[in-house]
């Protein structure tokens, strides 16, 4: 369950919305069906491939990297978010769309063909930016396509198709893996990805704010609250927004270079991850509200709760199947069946906090779900310590999912409540990068913690106490600067 993954899911659907002009009402149905399909293909990938991946990291001999397979991917899509972002602004959201779903495509199949886990990483980067550019204009897509009263109905469509993957993924790609080949896990992301590609074709007039009420039934009435702005494009904003991410894609990869494995103190990978740490601190913030690293109230907290849940949250999943597998030695099955039910937590968050009753509750409940992850991560600390068996990881996983589902969900309604139309695809990209950023670092912290107190073939207990008690501190941070996402006033643009 990386960040692409979940990075999508929001609020729930409320009762006889198809009834009553909602998302599934005849002017909006094809379209919602098309986002639907498109986020169902993506969450199966995150699901599947998190489950599969130690067996494909143990016969490409690559245990030690075995977070590249995960971190390498979210790299790549920091770079698919940003360059989203400016591309929806200046071309409108297809553009982006049809190459974000090849370059997914085509990945998964780089990824199938591998014969080295060199090759698998490369395919990884090539699915990670088909999937930044898409997770980025899927909300350029909703803010364009739907009035506001409908959106967090629309994102509760977008997290109830995380339900099936969340269902049958992991379950099917242990199946897969243990019975015939983890490529399978791969190959089968190919067919309905490109499927997906011509569904999203045939419904473009729709996507792109054509008014589905016009295409569907004659109406004309349109897919915002009143006439959206045209922005002007600003060709040099853009291409200083694209330099800074290529940036911070490039500082995040040396990050990743410097700390995959236990490399000694003074080396030439340590001076990279420095400068990768250097060069994250510098940039970053340039691609980020004002005010986003002191937690200023409203959008800037927004955007760094985004930041500090998916990190703690993606760095624990990213070794949970590892530490199931091999220092519990249970099946990939048991690792499967773990992330489903912390899958489930989250969908059954995102439900809860979409009813009318949470509507003016929203910024508490980014706390109360960053208090249920670190509750989620702290309760794994507990059942590796007590040496208690793997299947008390699920109940840590459904605190821990439920807290993302509480505050992920509200995080993405949030940030539509906080900015005009006009700056939606920046502000998008904005939330996301935080959000993949937030998973890479988390990764990258979680794989140098374990490259530095792993012991080959012997008990690694020690080393995924210190990695969750750490990931837990993190997401205590999230429930102070959830406190923080109200506004001062009802619409911040502060970009």
Do not use: K
């Not at 236990?262 to 420095?274: C, D, E, K």
């Amino acid at each position: 369950m990386t960040s692409a993954d979940h990075h999508t899911s929001t609020a729930a659907v409320g009762p006889g919305e198809g009834a009553a002009g909602g998302p599934l009402s005849p002017a909006y149905r094809l379209v919602t069906v098309a986002l639907v399909a498109l986020v169902t293909i993506i969450a199966y990938e995150a699901l599947a491939v998190a489950t599969a991946m130690p067996r494909a990291a143990e016969e490409l001999d690559a245990v030690v990297g075995y977070g590249l397979a995960f971190s390498v991917m979210l790299t790549a899509q920091l770079l698919g978010i940003v360059l989203a972002g400016v591309w929806a602004d200046r071309s409108g959201p297809m553009p982006a769309m049809y190459a974000g779903q090849v370059l997914f495509a085509v990945g998964a199949a780089v990824c199938a063909l591998s014969q080295s886990f060199t090759l698998l990483l490369v395919g990884r980067a090539v699915t990670g930016l088909g999937a930044g550019l898409v997770i980025v204009v899927l909300y350029v897509v909703v803010g364009q396509a739907y009035p506001s009263r409908m959106r967090p109905s629309v994102f509760g469509y977008v997290s109830a198709a995380w339900v099936l993957p969340s269902l049958v993924g992991a379950p099917l790609s242990a199946w897969l893996a243990s019975s015939f080949t983890w490529r399978l896990v791969f190959w089968v992301v190919v067919p309905p990805a490109l499927f997906t590609l011509v569904v999203i074709h045939r419904q473009r007039a729709a996507l792109t704010g054509g008014g589905p009420g016009d295409i569907e039934d004659g109406r004309a009435d349109g897919p915002a609250d009143g006439p959206v702005a045209t922005p002007t494009v600003d060709r040099a904003g853009n291409r200083r927004a694209a330099r800074l991410g290529v940036l911070v894609a490039l500082a995040a990869g040396a990050l990743q270079l410097g700390t995959y494995e236990r490399f000694p103190l003074l080396s030439w990978q340590t001076a990279v991850a420095v400068l990768g740490v250097v060069g994250l601190l510098v940039v970053t913030p340039r691609l980020l509200p004002t005010g986003t690293l002191r937690m200023a109230r409203g959008l800037p907290s927004v955007i760094l709760s985004r930041f500090l849940l998916p990190a703690a949250f993606n760095g624990t999943v990213t070794y949970l199947p590892l530490m199931i597998t091999q220092e519990r030695h249970d099946s990939l099955t048991t690792a499967g069946i773990v992330l489903t039910v912390g899958s489930l937590g989250w969908s059954v968050g995102s439900w809860v906090q979409g009813r009318p009753s949470m509507t003016a509750h929203r910024p508490a409940l980014v706390s109360v779900g960053a208090a249920f992850l670190m509750a989620g991560c702290l309760g794994l600390v507990l059942v590796i310590a007590a040496g208690w068996t793997a299947w008390l990881f699920a109940g840590a996983m459904v605190l821990a999912g439920l807290g993302m589902g509480l505050a992920m969900t509200t995080l993405s309604v949030l940030l539509l409540d906080l900015v005009s139309p006009v700056e939606l695809g920046r502000a998008s990209a904005a939330l996301q990068l935080a959000d993949v950023l937030g998973s890479v670092i988390g990764i990258a912290a979680a794989s140098a913690v374990f490259a530095v107190l792993h012991v080959t073939g012997g008990n690694d207990a020690r080393t995924y106490v210190v990695i969750w008690s750490g990931l837990a501190g993190v997401a205590a941070v999230a429930v102070v600067s959830g406190s923080r996402c109200r506004p001062l006033r009802p619409r911040q643009r502060s970009l």
